[in-house]
């Protein structure tokens, strides 16, 4: 009984992990946020010196930094252009304003930091060139956020699927 509860949960955790791992690319759902949840609910329900603590930090700082991708590399992004602050707060502002006003969270929040970006760094220079540089070196750190996050997803998944099934 206890092996088929067993089988039973590492089944139901790893289509958990799976769904984040959707999640990454589909920005309703929170990815990394749910692998890093399937990790910690097998990690507490078998027991976390059974799982190995080391393995849980480890997936755990992998889930902190892929995670966050969507915060820091598209600011990353437009600063390399050379954006200005003031395009990096109205991009921020346009984020979240795109997320809450438009009812699509994808093109709503993508959207809106891209135009807060080109409005703020058009309103600092008067220069659409410019703008239009922020602009798209900010959408191309949104889309490697993006892949950052899928990466991380996959590499978490692998290694705990590796990592059980070698136990």
Avoid: C, N
Wanted: proline share 3%; net charge neutral.
């Amino acid at each position: 009984m206890s092996v088929l509860f067993e089988a039973i949960t590492f089944g139901a955790i790893t289509a958990f992990m799976v769904l984040g791992i959707i999640g990454t690319i589909i920005p309703i759902i929170p990815g990394t946020l749910l692998i890093w949840m399937g990790v910690l609910v097998y990690a507490w329900h078998i027991g976390f010196s059974t799982f190995g603590i080391g393995l849980f930090l480890l997936l755990s700082l992998i889930a902190i930094v892929t995670g966050t991708a969507d915060l820091w590399l598209p600011l990353l992004g437009a600063k390399g252009s050379g954006a200005s602050k003031r395009a990096l707060l109205f991009g921020t502002i346009g984020a979240l304003l795109g997320t809450f006003l438009i009812p699509i969270p994808v093109i709503g929040t993508i959207g809106g930091y891209v135009l807060g970006l080109l409005l703020g760094e058009y309103q600092k220079h008067g220069d659409w060139e410019l703008a239009k540089k922020a602009g798209w070196s900010g959408l191309a750190g949104w889309g490697l956020a993006t892949a950052v996050q899928l990466g991380g997803g996959i590499l978490m998944l692998l290694i705990f699927v590796i990592h059980i099934l070698t136990q």
